[in-house]
């Protein structure tokens, strides 16, 4: 009986404790600058970033030209060129649509699968997807959540938890410079 009130115990504290670590788009509210991706995620910007590994081992690393802008009817285009220590190229273009509530918009892109929702409260914007990523002879979807956070003088801090059947194969952490 002991044994049973220690299990129940330790679970109700794992939860608890679970439930502290989770970072919300709501604790951002109020934060300065703010981040207002119609602003920002307009004209040119460079990327510099590292891959790691499910261990946390750099494996790869990155620099990329980002060149955004907007239409009349408040639809963002950001294209991404990058180019990794090992030579690959990379392209992407991100259309950002905006939704109702003018602080949410919904993202698409080429090797993004279905819809990516994005939100942006305070200095930080939080992005959801699933990206299809090249693996062996086919390829595999990897479930993503970018939090992007506006610091001074243009910068942001991207990191990224990269995921496989709710399991972390990955980290990307990259820093944006608005030009």
């Known amino acids: 009986m002991k044994r049973a009130l220690k ?26 600058p703010e981040f207002i991706p119609q602003e920002y995620f307009n004209g040119k910007l460079m990327a510099y970033g590292i891959v790691k590994d499910r261990s946390g081992k750099i494996i790869r690393s990155f620099k990329g030209e980002l060149y955004g802008s907007w239409d009349a009817n408040g639809v ?9 220590n090992d030579g690959e190229k990379q392209r992407r273009t991100w259309m950002l649509s905006p939704t109702d509530d003018p602080k949410k918009f ?35 979807d990897i479930d993503v959540r970018d939090w992007l956070h506006l610091q001074e003088n243009g910068v942001i801090i991207n990191h990224s938890k990269m995921k496989k059947f709710g399991i972390q194969v990955g980290e990307l952490v990259i820093t944006i410079i608005k030009e």
């Open 7 to 32: 299990m129940k115990v330790a679970l109700v504290m794992a939860f608890m404790f679970a439930g502290c670590s989770s970072m919300q788009i709501e604790d951002f509210t109020g934060a300065k």
């Open 76 to 84: 963002g285009t950001l294209d991404e060129y990058f180019v990794y």
């Open 106 to 140: 919904i993202g698409t892109a080429g090797d993004i699968v279905g819809q990516a929702p994005m939100v942006a409260n305070g200095n930080t914007v939080m992005i959801d997807y699933t990206m299809r990523v090249p693996y062996g002879n086919g390829t595999i």
